[in-house]
């Protein structure tokens, strides 16, 4: 997913801050008007995909005293400090490794060549920056820098995986 060049700012200036609280940054996300900006910091444990109520309220002090001091928002905000949950976003090429096999929600910048933006169904591969899922209609490759969202769909499956952490990632 792209961010603007203000969310990658904030991004840069945050992420060193986080990784020192033990955290990674899942995605940055700023919308709104210079009248009342919302930022919404998505967060986890590296190990577990988790972020419980304390960790989001240290994190939201950290990130708060550091935005204070760099001001890259002009303007009033609303910082939002969250986990990803359990039908997480899906951004990184490590996020479609890690879900391989499980069922997702994608939405596309850019039609595909069959002129279909949104997909539904099974992560079966990812590399190189190219998603492939097994769809009703078949199989689907994308590029991930042509998503605009895609999530993980929270059913059974998903629940029983995620119930003690992350699944692990797949060996290469």
Same mark, same amino acid.
């Given at each position: ?15 060193? /801050?986080?990784?020192? !609280? ?9 919308? *709104?008007? $210079?009248?009342?900006?919302? +930022? ?45 949950? /359990?039908?997480?976003? !899906? ?9 391989? *096999?499980? $069922?997702?929600?994608?939405? +596309? ?64």
């Amino acid at each position: 997913m792209k961010q603007t060049p203000q969310e990658r700012k904030i991004n840069e200036i945050i992420s060193p /801050i986080v990784e020192e !609280l033990g955290f990674t940054i899942v995605q940055v996300k700023l919308s *709104g008007k $210079e009248t009342g900006y919302t +930022l919404q910091v998505m967060a986890e444990d590296p190990n577990t995909g988790r972020l419980g109520i304390d960790d989001c309220t240290k994190l939201s002090h950290s990130i708060s005293d550091i935005l204070d001091v760099e001001d890259p928002i002009s303007g009033h905000y609303n910082l939002e400090v969250s986990s990803p949950g /359990i039908d997480r976003p !899906l951004i990184h090429e490590r996020d479609y490794l890690r879900f391989n *096999g499980f $069922e997702c929600k994608v939405e +596309l910048a850019i039609p595909s060549e069959v002129g279909q933006r949104r997909f539904r169904g099974f992560i079966t591969g990812c590399a190189d920056g190219i998603v492939t899922l097994d769809t009703d209609n078949g199989q689907v490759e994308f590029d991930i820098a042509n998503v605009s969202k895609a999530k993980l769909v929270l059913n059974d499956t998903l629940i029983k995986a995620t119930k003690d952490g992350l699944p692990k990632l797949a060996e290469a």
